[in-house]
């Protein structure tokens, strides 16, 4: 009987996932294009620990790159395009001096954009899995780069992540002058 369970679990996480997904990208969404004040010491560690973060993503990519080729430069790439990305998005933020100190909205459309590419590559992996799985139930091995573009987006979060952090903590220095 526990037995005939478990598909019924599985189903119920499968249709709560259905549900929450749409939602979670609703409110990363609301919360990324909302207006925050900019705290010094949070932009400062954030800076720091972005460096330690890619550090550790260039060496695991450069070791990695014995049993994946091309995993090194998908994250160079990835790291390219999100600090080109994260300096567009500093430019086109809007930045407000109030009593309370220094405050940041960011751009809409970038928010949006990251959003869309991170649900995109959630539900790409999805596909993948499943593609994979069909395959090894036919004793076949897929051709192909199941993880391709995810070395891709981790690099461009954190290069958008990165330049944003940069592009605050210059904005900070050139206030407190």
Do not use: C
Not at 74 to 94: N, P
Not at 152 to 172: E, I, N, P, Q
């Amino acid at each position: 009987m526990p037995l005939l369970l478990l598909p019924l679990g599985l189903m119920v996480l499968l249709a709560l996932w259905l549900v929450l997904f749409p939602w979670s990208l609703w409110q990363r969404y609301r919360r990324g294009k909302a207006t925050r004040r900019v705290w010094p010491w949070q932009v400062r560690l954030n800076l720091g620990l972005l460096g330690v973060a890619i550090a550790v993503f260039l060496l695991i990519s450069a070791v990695l790159q014995h049993w994946w080729p091309h995993q090194l430069s998908q994250a160079a790439l990835g790291l390219g395009a999100g600090i080109a990305l994260g300096m567009l998005g500093i430019a086109t933020s809007r930045f407000e001096w109030r009593e309370a100190g220094l405050f940041h909205t960011p751009n809409p459309w970038l928010v949006l954009l990251l959003t869309l590419l991170i649900a995109g590559r959630i539900l790409l992996g999805l596909v993948q899995v499943i593609q994979q799985g069909m395959a090894w139930s036919r004793d076949q091995v897929l051709a192909g780069d199941l993880h391709a573009g995810l070395t891709g987006l981790a690099g461009l979060l954190l290069g958008y992540g990165l330049a944003g952090s940069w592009g605050l903590h210059r904005r900070l220095r050139r206030l407190r002058r």
